[in-house]
């Protein structure tokens, strides 16, 4: 309990400290990068997007005796396949094309937004630009950018042996009847979309409030611990809301992120630990957890903190950071642990109560416990294999379907909505299961035997 304490208030102290890029409005420091290309920020445009670029307190540090060419550094839009082709071109001609110079060459890359030979004298060395999305220019034809279309603003030095430092502040928007929309399309719909959301929970509380009165009698710890997690659930919705709504607005969440985040940690932990209690059989099977249980809980609620630091501080520091593909794939790698020992302790759970079955004679008792279980068990793979399929298709959506991203987490919250209600529903507190009632000793072991004879494979 204590190590869970001291998690907890590291999370909240690292997300009240962390310097926020959150939104679309960013602003990030580059000190003595000497990466060809970075991606700044990628950002889903209709015909009305801009962007807004300043760069200041840029310095270039090279060892190379040759002059540093700063038209061959800068800014530029481009699709987010460019780079790859970018990739195959500069291999084929030995490194001799600069991504800045030649943007018709590329295809899917526009004009650079700004160059260094564009840069105000030292000491201020800076430039600022507001502009439109620009149309594609191909062979001198210029082609209009699709609608929507999902664009990155990419950092490219092609001098070599030079490292850059500066300062760089981005924001990015589409333009609507009520002013600048910092959402890119596709997400502009998410506040409320999220609101929604969160209020469908309250008649889901109330509703289990009323049946947990009326079988007073019968409830269990795990049942409080149920009705708070909704609790945490709509209240994460809603700040998620609340989040969205004033990154909508003025580009930046203005603090909003941080009770976001909050809620979102203890929701998700207060749901991994729910899950794992049932599926000992905590307080509905059996009074108190074993030895064992304690140990796989408390390693997959650690998992779960370090697994909501990783998604914060990702979040946080933006595609710009060296290690952000990095601690995105640990992010990914920690998720999918956390997913696999949930299903720990209900296998434990139905392997021990077979066992039992057919050693001490309560296969009528067991089998509808095991039963109860397998249901649970399934209920929670096919809640975690939807939302894998949800997250893999908004990594890999194509540029132009970004606008169909409310749709993905409409679906998203919908599926968490129905994994809810079966849980709920599973688990009610009442006075007989009606998974518990079997028939004589004999046709249950048979039943065990039949029915679960692949869990001893």
Not at 32 to 40: E, V
Not at 275 to 282: A, D, F, K, Q, S
Not at 404 to 410: F, S
């Amino acid at each position: 309990m204590h190590q869970l304490t001291f998690l907890l208030i590291l999370f909240f102290f690292l997300v009240v400290q962390m310097p926020s890029t959150i939104g679309d409005v960013k602003t990030v420091t580059i000190s003595s990068d000497s990466r060809p290309n970075i991606l700044f920020e990628d950002f889903c445009f209709d015909l009305t997007g801009h962007v807004t670029l300043s760069i200041s307190n840029v310095s270039i540090n090279t060892i190379s005796t040759t002059p540093i060419n700063s038209s061959r550094i800068g800014f530029f839009f481009g699709d987010l396949s460019v780079l790859v082709y970018y990739g195959f071109l500069i291999t084929g001609q030995e490194g001799k094309t600069c991504i800045v110079e030649s943007p018709h060459l590329i295809p899917g890359l526009f004009q650079p937004i700004a160059t260094f030979a564009e840069l105000s004298p030292p000491p201020q060395s800076s430039v600022s630009k507001t502009l439109p999305i620009p149309a594609f220019t191909v062979n001198n034809e210029t082609r209009p950018v699709h609608s929507p279309d999902h664009l990155g603003i990419y950092f490219s030095n092609c001098e070599p042996n030079t490292s850059v430092s500066m300062h760089v502040h981005v924001e990015t928007y589409n333009v609507d009847r009520d002013g600048k929309d910092y959402l890119e399309v596709g997400r502009t719909q998410l506040p409320m979309i999220y609101f929604i959301f969160s209020v469908l929970y309250l008649p889901f509380l109330a509703l289990w409030v009323y049946i947990c009165y009326k079988n007073w009698s019968f409830i269990r710890k795990i049942h409080i611990l149920m009705a708070i997690l909704v609790v945490m659930k709509s209240l994460n919705l809603f700040f998620e809301a609340e989040d969205k709504h004033f990154i909508k607005v003025s580009g930046t969440p203005h603090g909003w992120d941080l009770w976001f985040y909050l809620f979102h940690c203890l929701r998700a932990l207060l749901l991994l630990t729910v899950i794992m209690l049932i599926g000992t059989g905590w307080t509905i099977l059996k009074p108190t957890l074993h030895a064992n249980d304690k140990e796989i809980l408390a390693t997959g609620v650690t998992i779960q903190v370090f697994a909501s630091i990783a998604h914060v501080y990702t979040d946080e520091i933006g595609p710009s950071n060296r290690y952000y593909l990095f601690l995105t794939l640990v992010l990914l790698l920690v998720d999918l642990v956390g997913f696999a020992i949930v299903f720990v302790p209900i296998d434990s759970s139905i392997k021990t109560l077979k066992e039992a079955a057919e050693m001490d004679g309560t296969a009528a008792q067991d089998l509808g416990k095991m039963r109860l279980l397998r249901n649970f068990n399934g209920c929670v793979l096919v809640f975690w294999q939807l939302k894998w399929l949800a997250w893999i298709y908004v990594s890999t959506i194509p540029e132009d379907d970004c606008g169909l991203e409310w749709l993905i987490v409409t679906v998203e919250e919908t599926v968490a909505i129905g994994f809810y209600v079966g849980m709920f529903y599973l688990f009610r507190p009442r006075e007989q299961n009606e998974y518990f009632i079997v028939q004589d000793e004999e046709t249950a072991l048979a039943t065990i035997r039949r029915e679960f004879e692949s869990d001893s494979d």
